[in-house]
C-alpha cells in the first residue's frame, strides 16, 4: 500500500512537473512574440506645406471652390438602374470644364462611358512597367434634409468642416484624384509607369451600368492585368481602435461576399378557428430563430482580420500587445470578446440579418405562407456554397425553403507581404501624409466597385483617405456626412504621392518633397 501511494505521488510530481514545463515554455514564448513581433516600417519623408511638391486647399482656393461644387449637384442613385441622370450629366460637364488644362493635355486622354461614368488614361513611357487603376465613383445616397444641421447638398464650411453627401463616400475621392491628376501633368512630364483612373456613376447600387461599362471597355481593348487597383475602403482611425494611442490606417485587402437568401414555407389558407398545430409563421419564426442563435463560426486566424492585428500589435498597449502577438493562444478569448459587438464581430465570421418577414393575408385566416430574407455577409475565407450549407444544417426543417435570390463570392486576398508592391507604396504615400501613423491589413465588410476588374488583378486596395474619430462612422450613409477642409487637403496629397511613388519598380519612395 506505502509502495502503491508512492508511485501515485511520484506520477503527480512528474505530471506538475512537465505541466509546469509546459506553462513556462508558453510563457517564454508569449514573452518573446511580444517583444520582437515587427512589420516593415520604411523612413518616409513627411510632406510639408513648405515642400514644392505640397498642393494646398485653403479657404478661397480655386480646388476647395471645385469641390464644393462637385458636392453640391445631387447625383443621387437609389435602385439598380435608378439615379438622376440630368445631375449625374451636369457633373461631368463642370468636371470637364474645371479641369481645362488636364482635359486638354497630351499626357491623358479622357473619354465619357456609359453616357455618365469617366475614364482617363494616361500613357507611361516605359511599357515594361504594368499600369494601375485608381477608382473613385460619382454618385451619392439620399439624404435627408430634416435631419442634418445644414443642407446635405450645400457644401456648407461650419467650423472648417464641409456638410454635404458624398464628403466622404465618395466625392472626396473623385475630386482628390482630379487635383492632384491636374497637379500631376501640370509639370509636363511623362511618368514611366502609365495609369488609368475610373469613376463610375452608379456605384451604390452595384455599378452594373458604370463601373462595368469601363470594364467591359478596356478588357475589349485588350487590357488584362493591372499591376493593383486603388478604390475607397477603410479609414484612417483615431481613437477608435483599442489598444491603439496613435492613429492608425486600415488598407482592406479583401472584401466580403453577399448572398440574398430567401426562406419560404408553404401551407394551407384555412379559417383561423381551426388553425394547424404549426403555422408557416410559426415554423419559419421558429429557423429564422435558430439561425439567429447560432450564427457561423469565428474565421479569426484564417483571414485578413488575423494580419490587422499582428500588424499592429508591436504599437500597441501592452496588455494588447500580448494578446494581439500571440493569437495563436489567445484567439477563443479575442473572439469571444469580439463577437459580443456588431462591428468587430462583422469582422471574424460571416454575419446573418434577417432583413424582411412577410406573411399573413388576413387577421382571421391561417397564413398560406411566410416568407422571410436574409443578407448574409460572407467571410473571405468562405464560400457562398458553404454558408447555404451551413443554413440548411442549422434550420434542419425540409419545409423551409432556401432560395438565393442573388450572390457574389467575397474578393480573393490581396498580397500584403513586405515586397508586395502595391501594399506597400500605399502604405509609403499614406505615411508621407499622415507621418505619425501605422498601416495594416483589413478586411472590408461592405462591397465597392472593384467586383467589376477582380479579372484584371487580385491586387485590389480598398482605402479612403478620411480621418475618422469615434462620432464619425455613423455618418457614412447617415446624417451629417461631413469632411474638414485639412483631410480634404491630405486627400489630395495623398493621391498626388501615390502616383509618383507608383512610377517605378521600387518600392522604396525615390521622389523629394523639395523637388518636382
Not at 273 to 278: A, I, L, N, Q
Request: aromatic share 10%; with cysteine.
Amino acid at each position: 500500500m506505502h509502495a502503491q501511494r508512492e508511485m501515485i505521488m511520484s506520477i503527480v510530481k512528474r505530471t506538475l512537473s512537465f505541466a509546469t514545463l509546459i506553462i513556462v515554455a508558453l510563457f517564454v514564448i508569449v514573452v518573446i512574440r511580444t517583444f520582437t513581433l515587427h512589420t516593415r516600417q520604411l523612413d518616409v519623408l513627411e510632406c510639408k506645406k513648405s515642400d514644392l511638391d505640397f498642393i494646398e486647399i485653403g479657404h478661397g482656393s480655386g480646388a476647395l471652390d471645385r469641390f464644393q461644387r462637385a458636392l453640391r449637384f445631387q447625383t443621387i442613385s437609389r435602385e439598380p438602374f435608378d439615379y438622376n441622370r440630368n445631375e449625374l450629366k451636369s457633373l461631368v460637364e463642370y468636371i470637364m470644364s474645371a479641369y481645362p488644362d488636364l482635359h486638354s493635355s497630351h499626357l491623358v486622354q479622357h473619354e465619357i462611358v456609359a453616357n455618365y461614368s469617366l475614364l482617363y488614361t494616361v500613357k507611361g513611357s516605359n511599357s515594361s512597367l504594368t499600369p494601375y487603376l485608381l477608382m473613385a465613383h460619382l454618385d451619392v445616397v439620399p439624404a435627408d434634409p430634416a435631419k442634418w444641421e445644414a443642407d446635405p447638398f450645400g457644401a456648407k464650411i461650419i467650423n472648417n468642416f464641409i456638410y454635404a453627401r458624398g464628403t466622404i463616400d465618395f466625392k472626396h475621392g473623385v475630386m482628390g484624384i482630379l487635383e492632384a491628376l491636374n497637379f500631376y501633368v501640370a509639370q509636363g512630364r511623362q511618368p514611366e509607369r502609365g495609369f488609368y483612373v475610373a469613376f463610375g456613376h452608379d456605384e451604390e447600387v452595384g455599378g452594373l451600368d458604370g463601373a462595368k461599362s469601363i470594364s467591359d471597355l478596356l478588357w475589349g481593348r485588350g487590357v488584362r492585368r493591372f499591376e493593383f487597383i486603388v478604390d475607397e475602403g477603410l479609414t484612417l482611425l483615431n481613437k477608435i481602435l483599442p489598444g491603439m494611442v496613435d492613429q492608425v490606417a486600415i488598407i482592406a485587402t479583401a472584401e466580403k461576399g453577399q448572398a440574398f437568401v430567401e426562406l419560404k414555407v408553404e401551407g394551407s389558407p384555412g379559417h383561423s378557428s381551426m388553425p394547424p398545430s404549426e403555422s408557416t409563421i410559426g415554423i419559419l419564426a421558429a429557423a429564422v430563430h435558430r439561425l439567429e442563435r447560432n450564427p457561423p463560426p469565428s474565421m479569426l486566424g484564417y483571414g485578413p482580420e488575423t494580419d490587422t492585428f499582428e500588424h499592429l500589435a508591436p504599437y500597441m498597449t501592452l496588455p494588447m500587445r500580448m494578446v494581439m502577438s500571440n493569437l495563436w493562444l489567445f484567439k477563443p478569448v479575442v473572439s469571444w470578446v469580439m463577437s459580443r459587438k456588431p462591428s468587430l464581430n462583422a469582422i471574424i465570421r460571416t454575419v446573418t440579418a434577417v432583413t424582411m418577414f412577410n406573411a399573413g393575408i388576413k387577421i382571421n385566416v391561417n397564413a398560406p405562407e411566410a416568407t422571410a430574407y436574409i443578407n448574409h455577409r460572407i467571410h473571405p475565407v468562405q464560400t457562398v456554397q458553404e454558408v447555404l450549407d451551413y443554413d440548411r444544417s442549422i434550420i434542419n426543417d425540409d419545409r423551409v425553403k432556401i432560395r438565393v435570390l442573388d450572390s457574389m463570392e467575397p474578393h480573393p486576398i490581396a498580397a500584403s507581404g513586405e515586397e508586395d508592391f502595391g501594399y506597400q507604396t500605399i502604405k509609403n504615400s499614406i505615411r508621407q501624409v499622415w507621418n505619425n501613423t501605422y498601416v495594416a491589413p483589413g478586411t472590408m465588410i461592405g462591397n465597392t466597385d472593384t467586383r467589376h476588374y477582380l479579372r484584371m488583378t487580385h491586387n485590389v486596395y480598398r482605402f479612403s483617405p478620411t480621418v475618422m474619430f469615434p462620432d464619425d462612422p455613423k455618418r457614412f450613409h447617415g446624417d451629417n456626412e461631413r469632411i474638414s477642409v485639412k483631410n480634404y487637403e491630405q486627400a489630395v496629397n495623398f493621391y498626388y504621392h501615390l502616383m509618383v511613388n507608383s512610377n517605378t519598380g521600387s518600392i522604396e519612395p525615390t521622389h523629394h518633397h523639395s523637388e518636382l
